[in-house]
C-alpha cells in the first residue's frame, strides 16, 4: 500500500458515492475516510471498510492524507477548498469549479502557490468519446474549427438554486475547453434565457462564444424538451464531427464534408462565388473502448500528483467555465453569478458545520 | 372559363417553374403569360400553351390578367410590385417580401390604398404539417407557448449575395408568424453569425426573439451541416410539439410531456421547488394528407381577391419577417438590410430591362 | 414477517443474483437461502444478512421454505424442479423450464398432482411494454393477430451448448405466449438456421409458426449482426403495434394503418380488388410506467401461491415454449433436443453434486 | 445519329414512361417508337417527337430498330420477346424475366442460338449503393459471406394477381444474384408466407436460400406493414454491410464488427469456445454518387450490344430468379408459378391484341 496515495471524498450526496466507488477501487488511491455532516450517509455511501467522520478538522490533520475530493454543493468549494489547500492537501472539486470567478481564483492562485494540484472534476472529459474528439482536433484531422453546435436538452430536474445555464452548460463548456487548441474562449459571449414557467430562473438557455479564426460555439440548454438530445457538432475546415451521446451505436460520426472556398487574391463577389466548392466524401465512425471515465479522471489525478504537473482539467479549466457562465449570467440579468440565493435544501449536507 | 382569374408570372429562375405548374393546373386560375427576360427560358418553363414575353408592361397592359406572381430576386420585389400593383394587379411575392423593411411597407400601403391583395408566398404555411401546427397552437392542444427551438441546417448553398439568415430563416419566421396567435413578435430580436469560411457573409446563425408570456423562440441556420435538419420544437404549456420534416413516417409528433409549477401565492424558495410537477404522458403523431403546399397557396391567393380579404399569409406577415430579419442584420452588422451589395449574377434574369 | 412467504435461491450464476436482489426487497419474501456448490459465490450474492449452503437437502428439509427458485443450467432444470415439488416446495424456473418437452411434463405433471406452483420466469412478460401488448390484445384494440415479426439480433455471445434459438427465441416465445389470447401454437413450427462460423451449433435462425385465422409470426435471431435490434412488430386487423424496445423514447407505437379487404360473397377477381382499401390513421404512442419486470414476477408469484391458482406464465406456458424450440430444432437438425452434449463449463455451478 | 441504336419500347403501363424517359435521353440510344395498344396513352407517354404505334409487326419489320424493351405483364413477356429475337432484335425485359421457368429458358435459348443480347432490368443492380456492394463484396472486403437477411415491408398495393413474393422478392433476389460471387443460388428454398386478410395470396413472406459455405439467406417481404423499411444486412467473415436504402444520410455501413471462431485442429468443445473472439472496430459510410439507375441500365444495354458480351443483369440472371420464385411458390402453394390466374385488367394493355 506504499505506492498509494490517501484521498478523503468530502460529502456524500449525489456525486460523492461515485467518487467513493472510484477512488475505492482505484490502483492508485488509497481511500481513507469519507466526510459528511450526515454520518448515516456517509457510513451507507463508504461501506465497511472506510472510516467515516462529519469534522473536516480530521481530514485535514491527517498526514496519510494526500488529498481530498469535493463533491459538496457550488457554493462551498471555495471554502473547504482552501482550507484543504492550506493544509497542504492536494484538491479535486466537482463542476463548477467555485460559485464565482473571484472563488475560483483564490483557489487556483493559493494551489500555485503552495505548489498543490488543484484539478476539477469535468468528467466528461475522460470518456472515451470525448478523448477521441480532443484527439481529432489536436491531429489536425478536422482542419481548423469554424463552429461548434451543442444541444444538451430533456425534460430535467429544476433546480432550487441554479438556473439551467450554471447546471447544464458546464458539461458542454468543459468540454470545448478540453478539446479546443486554446481552451475555452472568454470573451464576447452572450446568452439568452426563458423562464416561461415562472420557476424564478432561466430554464431555457442558449449561449454563444466566438471561437478563433471567425467562428462561432452555440450551446443550447433546456430543462422543458420532452425529447432527450445530447448531441455535439464539431465543425471544421477539413472535416466535420458529430458526437450523439445517446446512440451506443455510433457515438462519433466523422463526415468528410464540407464547404470550401478559396481565398484568391483577385477581389470581387463573383471571383469569390466561383471558388465555392463542396466535398461529399465518406463518414466514418471509430470504436470506442467501453472504459468509466471516472476511473480515467481518479488515475489523472494520482498522475498529476505524483508527476508534479496539472492535470489535464486543473484549476484554470474550472476557472475559464466560470468566466464564461459568469459573462452569461451577466448578459442574462445584468449580474454575474449564481442567479439566486441559494435556499437550504434537505439534501444538502450543511457542510458549514463540517468545517 | 369565365370564373378563372387570370395570372402572369413573372420570372422563369428557380421558383417560377413551380408557380407556372400550379397557377397551371389550378382549378380557379388562367395562366396567361409568363414574363422574363430571357425568353427562351420563359418559353421552356411555359410549355406550348402559355404565351411568353419579355415586357412587363404587355402584362401590365392586359385587362385579362388580374394578378401577378413575382418570383425574381429580392431586390427587385419593391419596383416591380409597386407597378403591378399601381396598374390595378393583385400582387403574389417570392419571400422575402422586398430588401427591406422600408420597400415592404411601401407595397403594403399601396395595395391598401388601392383595395388589392398583397400576398406573400410563405410556401410553408400551406404544407399540412404547418397547417396542422396552427390548428393544434389556435385550439389551444399546445396550451401557452413556452419555447420553439427551430433548426434548418445542411450543407447548403453559399449564396452569393445575402447570409444565410435572409436565405434560410425566412422559412422558421414565416411558419413562427403562421402559427401564433398574434403573429412574429418583431422587437427584442438577437441574433449572432459567424462566416469562419471567408464567404464575406454569415454562414451560421442563432436568432433569438422573445415570446409573449415569458417565452423564448430559438432560430438556427447554418450553411455548413454536414448533416440535414429540418425541425421544429413547439413548447407548450399543455403539449409539446415536434416537427421533423425530413421523417415521413413521422413528422409530428405531440407529446404530453412537460414540468408543471403551480403558482402558489405563498412566498419562498422552498414553496416554489415543492409545487414542481412532471409530466410523462402519451405520444400522439397525426396522420397529415399528402396534397402539394403551392396549390394550396394559389387556392388562397384566388380565394383572398375573390372574398376581398387579406391573404392568410398577407403583405403584412411578409413585413413582419422582414423586420426581423432587419433586426437580426442590425445585431449582427450594425446595419439593417441585405449584408452585400448584390453582384449581378449570370443566372438571375435582368428584370431591370424588363421594365 | 409472519406474513411473508420463505424463499430460497438455487443457483448463484448468471441470473441467480437478480432473482437474489428482487426476492430480498420484495414486500412478499422473506429470502432464506441461497444454495449453490460454489459457496464463495453464494456468499458473495447472498450479502451479509442471508445464509449461504450447498447442500440441496438443507433448503428441501426446511419447513420455513415456502419455495424455491431455480436459476441454474438448463439441463439441471428438471431434476432440481422435482425434487422440489416432491419436498412440497412451490417451484420457480429460469426460462427454458427443462432442456427437452418430456422433462417440463413431468414438472408440470408433479406440481399438478402435489397442488403446487409451477412459474417459468418469463421475465420480458413482466416489462411495462409486454404488459401493456397484452392488454391491447387483450381489448381488441388490434383486432385480430394477422402477422408477428420479432427480431432479435446483435453480436452476441456464442453459447457453448446452445443454438442461438434455445438461447434467444426464448423471449419472443414466452411473450407470443403472453399476448396471444390462446397462448403461443405449437403446430406447424418451421425452423431454418445457420452456422457459418463452424461453432457447431445454428448462429442465425429463422422460426416461423402459423397464427390462428391465416396469420403468421416469425422469429429472428441472430448471434452475428453489427447493430442491435430488439423489435416486435403485431399487425392486427384494426391496429399494428411495433414494439422496439431500445428505443427509449418510444417504446412503443401503435398505428391506425393498414389494409382493409372487405369479403364480399359476390366471387370474382375484379370485385376482390375493388373492395380493398387502406387505413393512413394517427399513431400513438402509450407513457409508460419505469418498474423493474423481475419485482413484478415475484409478487405475481407471491400471488399464484396464496391464491391457489396458476401464475400468469405458468408451467404449461414454458412447456409450449420448450414444444416449440423442440419443433424447430426438428426441423433444422432431424432431432429434437438441446442440439449439441453440454459441455462442462467452469462457470457453472455442478449442481449434481448440490443434489 | 449514326452511332446511335434504335430502339422501340413495348408497353406505356407503370414503368414504360420511365425507359421512354432514359432510353430518350441517352446518348447511346435512339428511340424510334413506343407500342402500346392503347395508343392515347402511348402518345402521352411518348412526346411529340417520337412515333407510336399500335402494331408490333411495325416494330420487328423496321431495320433501323436495333433493340426492344418490354415493359408489359409478366405474363406476355415470353411470347413478346421470342417475336422480337426471331425478328433479330435485342431484347430487354422488365422483372420478372417471365411467368415460368419454362419460359424464361425458352428466351435465353433463343437469344444464344441468334447471338442476340437478352437482357433483365434488374433496375437496384444499377444503384450506386447496390454497386458498390458489388464491388466491396468482390474485391474480399466484406470476406465470405455468412448471412444475408433483407427486408422489404410496407404498407403496399396489394396487386390483383401475383402475391407478395413474386411482386417484391425479385428486387431482393436479382440484387443477390448480383452481388454474390456465383450469383443466385436456386436450390434450397423454402418460402413460408400467410394471406390473413383474406387476398387470395400471400401478404406477407418469409424465403430462405442456403448460401455457399454453410451461409443463409433470409428474405421478408410483406404488404401490410406500416411502417416502411427496405434493408439489407450482409455479413462477412471480415466486414458486415448495411445498407439502409431509406436513409439517404448514410445509405450504406460497412461495420468492422464480427465473431471469430479460429478452426483449430484440436477437438473438444472447450477448445473450440476458448477459440471465439469478437472484433468490434470502425464503422465506415462510403459517399455514394447522386445518380439514376435506369441511366446505367440503358447504357450497360448499349454496351453489350456493342461489345457482344452479356449483359451484367442478362437473361440467365432473371433466370436463376425465376427458378427460386417457382421453387418458393412450390413449398408454399405446392405448385410452381404465378399464384392465380390472371385476371383481366383495365390498367394492362392488352397486349395480345398488339402481337
Chains 1, 2, 3, 4 share one sequence.
Request: with cysteine; hydrophobic share 45%; charged share 20%.
Amino acid at each position: 500500500m506504499t505506492d498509494r496515495l490517501g484521498v478523503a471524498v468530502i460529502g456524500a450526496g449525489y456525486w460523492g458515492p461515485n467518487l467513493v466507488r472510484n477512488f475505492g477501487s482505484s490502483p492508485h488511491w488509497d481511500l481513507k475516510v469519507v466526510c459528511d455532516l450526515d454520518l448515516a450517509r456517509a457510513r451507507a455511501v463508504a461501506g465497511p471498510h472506510v472510516e467515516v467522520t462529519d469534522q473536516l478538522q480530521r481530514v485535514l490533520d491527517d498526514p496519510s492524507i494526500d488529498a481530498v475530493a469535493i463533491a459538496t454543493p457550488a457554493r462551498t468549494h471555495q471554502g473547504l477548498a482552501l482550507d484543504a489547500l492550506l493544509a497542504g492537501k492536494h484538491v479535486l472539486v466537482e463542476k463548477p469549479l467555485a460559485d464565482s470567478v473571484a472563488g475560483g481564483r483564490a483557489m487556483v492562485e493559493v494551489a500555485e502557490q503552495r505548489g498543490l494540484v488543484l484539478m476539477t472534476d469535468h468528467t466528461y472529459c475522460y470518456t472515451p468519446a470525448v478523448q477521441k474528439m480532443r484527439e481529432l482536433v489536436a491531429s489536425g484531422e478536422l482542419g481548423d474549427i469554424h463552429f461548434i453546435d451543442s444541444v444538451r436538452i430533456n425534460l430535467g430536474l429544476v433546480q432550487p438554486d441554479i438556473d439551467v445555464l450554471w447546471d447544464l452548460a458546464p458539461h458542454d463548456l468543459s468540454i470545448l475547453d478540453f478539446i479546443l487548441p486554446g481552451g475555452l474562449p472568454t470573451t464576447g459571449v452572450h446568452a439568452t434565457g426563458a423562464d416561461p414557467i415562472g420557476a424564478g430562473r432561466a430554464c431555457v438557455g442558449h449561449l454563444t462564444l466566438p471561437l478563433a479564426g471567425d467562428g462561432l460555439a452555440h450551446v443550447h440548454v433546456n430543462w422543458l424538451s420532452p425529447t432527450k438530445i445530447r448531441q455535439m457538432v464539431i465543425g471544421g475546415s477539413r472535416r466535420t464531427l458529430v458526437w450523439d451521446d445517446l446512440n451506443p451505436q455510433q457515438r462519433l460520426s466523422i463526415y468528410d464534408r464540407g464547404v470550401d472556398l478559396a481565398r484568391t487574391s483577385v477581389a470581387g463577389a463573383d471571383r469569390a462565388a466561383s471558388s465555392i466548392s463542396y466535398r461529399l466524401g465518406d463518414t466514418w465512425s471509430p470504436a470506442l473502448p467501453e472504459r468509466e471515465a471516472l476511473g480515467q479522471m481518479v488515475a489523472e489525478f494520482a498522475g498529476a500528483i505524483r508527476e508534479d504537473r496539472p492535470a489535464l482539467t486543473d484549476g484554470h479549466a474550472g476557472l475559464r467555465v466560470l468566466t464564461v457562465l459568469e459573462s452569461a449570467s451577466a448578459t442574462l440579468y445584468g449580474e454575474p453569478a449564481l442567479t439566486v440565493p441559494p435556499a437550504p435544501r434537505a439534501a444538502e449536507p450543511a457542510l458549514e458545520a463540517v468545517r
